[in-house]
């Protein structure tokens, strides 16, 4: 089909899912990620091949592009059963498309993909969801879209490394069963916990950030994801081969990729309560219009005179809120607030109007210079010590 035809099925396809969002507020749809338009022809082919819920586009408009290469979001319809009500064989093969989609997607070109486990919101709320997000997601998909996470998995039988221990393990038989069953079980802690750190060591050069899954299931495997930017994981597999055969003994190696790089970037669908905006304004004693600048000077003044060497003086007497309450509200009303600077500024109904669901787009990885630890995710420079210290 000619390039021009796909685009015109594209927009009727969309242009149907908006009048049966109008239809049925109710119906939920789920958000899969975002793409660059350019190829977006050749992505939306190959994700279509995977059989599941009818695949949508909304393009953003030309002029929140801002001169870049413009943005389309992807996303499928949800049944109508809530999905804790569905049946297990259903909700796994529902979850199991959104996940092969997201494959897909990832090895066909740049893709920015949502959290599936924060994706889903009403079919209405969708446009002005997005209304509010293109500006933001074409940065992050510049920054984010080209990237890959693998999932590397060591695995090992435990009976070469309980013979290689025989000497340690004997002496725990004469005092019984339990003993010799905690003797044994401490042999495999050991050696889990050399090999982790050997793989650890071994990956950190090779990638851009790295994820210790901790017990892959077993006390003899060890699981590790990586990120990698697109193309890029033979220096993985080269330094995977370069392990030394003692930590790679009786030993198989998976990798499993390239992946979506959903335990380092993706999208989220938060919800803010029209209260708390109310609330957050009133922490932060905001006047009857601000931008982004003014939210900032205002919030930074707050902060100063909320810090605890200010508590008792004349202009925070009776204000009760912490330097914590402050930058919660500040962030909260950031993130409702347009991008840039507005000469008249905004009022608190605009915000208000704004709140409901909303995007969350995916923080920065530190570079990989210096210590750094995020929700389980760290630098490749951020090996831990203690583990580094278990290699002989």
Same mark, same amino acid.
């Given at each position: 089909?000619? =390039?021009?035809?796909?685009?015109?099925?594209?927009?009727?396809?969309?242009?149907?899912? =908006?009048?049966?969002?109008?239809? *049925?507020?109710? =119906?939920?749809?789920?958000?899969?990620?975002?793409?660059?338009?350019?190829?977006?022809?050749?992505?939306?082919?190959?994700?279509?091949? /995977?059989?599941?819920?009818?695949? !949508?586009?909304?393009?953003?408009?030309?002029?929140?592009?801002?001169?870049?290469?413009? /943005?389309?979001?992807?996303?499928?319809? +949800?049944?109508?059963?809530?999905?804790?009500?569905?049946?297990? &064989?259903?909700?796994?093969?529902?979850?199991?498309?959104?996940?092969?989609?997201?494959? $897909?997607?990832?090895?066909?070109?740049?893709?920015?993909?949502?959290?599936?486990?924060?994706?889903?919101?009403?079919?209405?709320?969708?446009?002005?969801?997005?209304?509010?997000?293109?500006?933001?997601?074409?940065?992050?998909?510049?920054?984010?879209?080209?990237?890959?996470?693998?999932?590397?998995?060591?695995?090992?039988?435990?009976?070469?490394?309980?013979?290689?221990?025989?000497?340690?393990?004997?002496?725990?038989?004469?005092?019984?069963?339990?003993?010799?069953?905690?003797?044994?079980?401490?042999?495999?802690? *050991?050696?889990?916990?050399?090999? &982790?750190?050997?793989?650890?060591?071994?990956?950190?050069?090779? $990638?851009?950030?790295?994820?210790?899954?901790?017990?892959?299931?077993?006390?003899? =495997?060890?699981?590790?994801?990586? !990120?990698?930017?697109?193309?890029?994981?033979?220096?993985?597999?080269?330094?995977?081969?370069?392990?030394?055969?003692?930590?790679?003994? *009786?030993?198989?190696?998976?990798?499993?990729?390239? !992946?979506?790089?959903?335990?380092?970037?993706?999208?989220?669908?938060?919800?803010?309560?029209?209260?708390?905006?109310?609330?957050?304004?009133?922490?932060?004693?905001?006047?009857?219009?601000?931008?982004?600048?003014?939210?900032?000077?205002?919030?930074?003044?707050?902060?100063?005179?909320?810090?605890?060497?200010?508590?008792?003086?004349?202009?925070?007497?009776?204000?009760?809120?912490?330097?914590?309450?402050?930058?919660?509200?500040?962030? !909260?009303?950031?993130?409702?607030?347009?991008?840039?600077?507005?000469?008249?500024?905004?009022?608190?109904?605009?915000?208000?109007?704004?709140?409901?669901?909303?995007?969350?787009?995916?923080?920065?990885?530190?570079?990989?210079?210096?210590? $750094?630890?995020?929700?389980?995710?760290?630098?490749?420079?951020?090996?831990? +010590?203690?583990?580094?210290?278990?290699?002989?």
């Amino acid at each position: 089909m000619a =390039q021009v035809e796909m685009a015109q099925l594209d927009m009727v396809r969309t242009r149907r899912s =908006q009048i049966e969002m109008g239809e *049925n507020a109710m =119906q939920q749809t789920r958000l899969l990620g975002f793409a660059p338009l350019e190829g977006l022809d050749a992505l939306l082919a190959a994700m279509r091949a /995977v059989p599941g819920p009818e695949l !949508l586009v909304h393009r953003a408009p030309h002029t929140a592009s801002r001169g870049g290469p413009g /943005v389309a979001a992807l996303f499928q319809t +949800e049944p109508d059963v809530p999905l804790m009500e569905r049946g297990r &064989e259903a909700l796994a093969a529902s979850l199991g498309t959104v996940q092969r989609r997201l494959e $897909v997607a990832c090895q066909a070109g740049p893709f920015l993909p949502m959290d599936p486990a924060a994706a889903c919101c009403p079919a209405a709320a969708v446009p002005l969801l997005l209304a509010s997000a293109w500006d933001a997601l074409t940065p992050a998909l510049a920054r984010h879209g080209a990237h890959h996470q693998w999932d590397i998995v060591l695995s090992w039988t435990p009976e070469h490394v309980v013979a290689r221990h025989r000497g340690e393990i004997a002496p725990a038989a004469a005092s019984g069963p339990a003993a010799l069953a905690e003797a044994v079980a401490g042999v495999l802690r *050991n050696e889990r916990g050399r090999r &982790e750190a050997a793989l650890l060591a071994a990956l950190a050069p090779a $990638v851009l950030a790295l994820a210790a899954g901790g017990a892959a299931g077993a006390e003899t =495997q060890v699981a590790v994801t990586v !990120l990698v930017a697109s193309g890029c994981e033979a220096p993985v597999e080269a330094a995977l081969d370069a392990m030394a055969a003692e930590h790679v003994e *009786n030993a198989t190696i998976d990798m499993r990729g390239p !992946l979506p790089p959903l335990s380092f970037f993706s999208v989220k669908i938060a919800t803010v309560e029209e209260q708390a905006v109310t609330s957050a304004w009133s922490t932060l004693g905001l006047g009857d219009r601000v931008d982004l600048s003014d939210l900032h000077r205002q919030w930074r003044l707050r902060a100063a005179a909320a810090h605890p060497d200010r508590q008792h003086a004349p202009e925070t007497a009776g204000s009760g809120a912490t330097v914590s309450d402050l930058t919660d509200a500040y962030r !909260l009303l950031r993130d409702l607030l347009p991008a840039g600077t507005d000469a008249e500024g905004h009022t608190l109904d605009f915000l208000l109007r704004r709140a409901g669901y909303r995007l969350i787009m995916p923080a920065d990885i530190a570079a990989p210079v210096r210590p $750094v630890q995020r929700a389980g995710v760290a630098t490749a420079a951020a090996l831990p +010590e203690s583990l580094l210290e278990r290699l002989p």
